[in-house]
């Protein structure tokens, strides 16, 4: 067996692979979604990735089946009826029903199955959603959380966030008060089942969620911008890597 074959399957998740409308933003995602493809496939992963939006959840789950571990990316609002809300709110995004319900479907299997899985941004609210949380659906924010008014290439905001210091998530990253990027709208509010909050931005926002007993954490920033601190990526990928059940598959340092 080759050292590529034997390594972990990392599933990264996506919104879409294709925003024809709106090619800046859809740039700018892509930049995200690459670092985490490439600094996983640098950790000793083997890559999937796979757009939610252009499948059935159905075919999501079955694409993914085969995953050591799921990493869901950043994207657009989750349509609101999903947490029992409305649309019409300021800030409203597009939504992808399709792609909200797959990743809902997939979160939920991973509690089944305890799958390890990272949720970055969006992906932190898909998790909250998935176990029955609810999402502020927009914060009043003078530029905290994403910077206001810029181009989509400035728009992420530099920040502090004070991670709780028996979370995985410290443990993880070494530090219970660290530097983030972040570029969010919206904002966990009622927690869902089994979720503990893992971080709290100044404003007392969270920021991070932990499951108290299955493999699933959401950070509501992004390890992966290109100023984010170097560190953090990895060692949140490493922290992944290190929750796959060690019979199955190696864990690369």
């Not at 979604?33 to 757009?51: C, F, L, P, Q």
Request: hydrophobic share 45%.
């Amino acid at each position: 067996m080759s050292e590529y074959t034997s390594r972990p399957h990392l599933a990264i998740i996506e919104v879409t692979a294709s925003r024809p409308d709106r090619p800046e933003y859809h740039a700018k995602v892509q930049v995200l979604n690459g670092r985490v493809a490439a600094e996983s496939i640098d950790g000793g992963w083997n890559v999937s990735r796979h757009a939610a939006a252009d499948v059935t959840p159905t075919e999501l789950l079955a694409a993914t089946a085969s995953a050591d571990a799921i990493v869901l990316v950043g994207g657009e609002d989750l349509t609101p009826h999903f947490y029992g809300a409305a649309s019409g709110y300021e800030g409203e995004t597009a939504h992808f029903e399709n792609a909200d319900a797959g990743q809902i479907a997939v979160v939920r299997r991973a509690l089944e199955l305890s799958t390890p899985l990272l949720g970055i941004c969006r992906g932190l609210q898909v998790i909250n959603v998935a176990l029955g949380g609810t999402l502020v659906q927009h914060i009043e924010d003078d530029g905290f959380h994403k910077n206001l008014n810029v181009p989509i290439d400035q728009i992420l905001a530099t920040h502090g966030v004070m991670l709780a210091d028996n979370s995985g998530l410290a443990a993880s990253l070494g530090a219970t008060d660290v530097l983030v990027q972040s570029a969010h709208h919206q904002s966990v509010d009622a927690l869902g089942a089994g979720l503990v909050a893992a971080a709290v931005a100044p404003d007392g926002l969270i920021e991070a969620l932990e499951h108290v007993s299955a493999p699933i954490t959401g950070v509501q920033w992004h390890p992966e911008a290109p100023d984010a601190p170097a560190e953090q990526l990895p060692l949140l990928l490493g922290a992944l890597q290190r929750q796959v059940v060690p019979a199955r598959v190696p864990v690369f340092a």
